[in-house]
């Protein structure tokens, strides 16, 4: 979503990885480069080139090294939760450079994201799964094996018969999933995005 939203924002976007093999996705997706960082001479050979990074790894890595390939004023947001990593100063200080962090926009935020997506033709690539293949989509999740990211099918939970085991237990899942159902309206779609171990939902309300 960040190349998309960064390409619809008229950015010229370079997708940084370790992994040689999300190239293609990433060129897919709209990129106009990909730097492979696996090497240390891609951080020495793309020094000083970018204005704005967005770090959305979760692991542990060397910020140091990232903060040296922004200009000078350049800016690194942070929205990734690695564990904690030294900072040195020198990489800020020598370049007027910043590094922030960013969790989660407002209701209205949120909404103004929404209107622009709408606008201009930018949505998730998601895999839409019932909820009965929710225990082959966890083990596919701790794989890597899904692109980018399951979507659960509320119209499933009406089948409970065929719902796995830990679905039909005495759990709140179940009983949150009835009131909301019960509740939404039934001549609109509803899907459930699953994102590690968060759940939530939106209607197409919402989403317009």
């Known amino acids: 979503m960040a190349v998309k939203l960064a390409k619809a924002m008229g950015a010229k976007v370079t997708v940084l990885s370790h992994s040689p093999a999300k190239r293609q996705d990433a060129l897919r997706l709209g990129a106009d480069d ?5 090497h240390e001479e891609a951080f020495e050979k793309n020094a000083c080139r970018f204005d704005f990074i967005l770090d959305t790894i979760s692991v542990q890595h060397d910020y140091n090294a990232y903060l040296n390939l922004l200009r000078r004023d350049g800016t690194m947001v942070l929205v990734g939760f690695p564990d904690p990593t030294p900072l040195a100063a020198a990489p800020l200080i020598m370049q007027r450079r910043r590094l922030a962090g960013s969790l989660i926009g407002g209701i209205r935020e949120t909404q103004e994201m929404l209107d622009f997506c709408a606008e201009c ?54 009983q949150i999933a009835t009131k909301l159902i019960g509740k939404m309206p039934t001549n609109k779609p509803l899907t459930i995005p699953i994102v590690n171990d968060f759940i939530g939902w939106t209607t197409d309300r919402e989403q317009q």
């Not at 990909?34 to 696996?38: D, H, N, Q």
């Not at 895999?127 to 980018?148: G, H, L």
């Not at 990211?149 to 018969?161: E, G, N, T």
């Open 34 to 38: 990909f730097v492979t960082t696996r």
């Open 121 to 174: 033709g930018v949505a998730s690539d998601v895999e839409v799964i019932p909820i009965q293949q929710i225990n082959e989509a966890y083990e596919r999740m701790m794989k890597s094996d899904v692109r980018y990211r399951f979507v659960i099918d509320i119209a499933s939970l009406k089948q409970p018969q065929a719902m796995p085991a830990w679905t039909r237990s005495a759990t709140t899942f179940p």
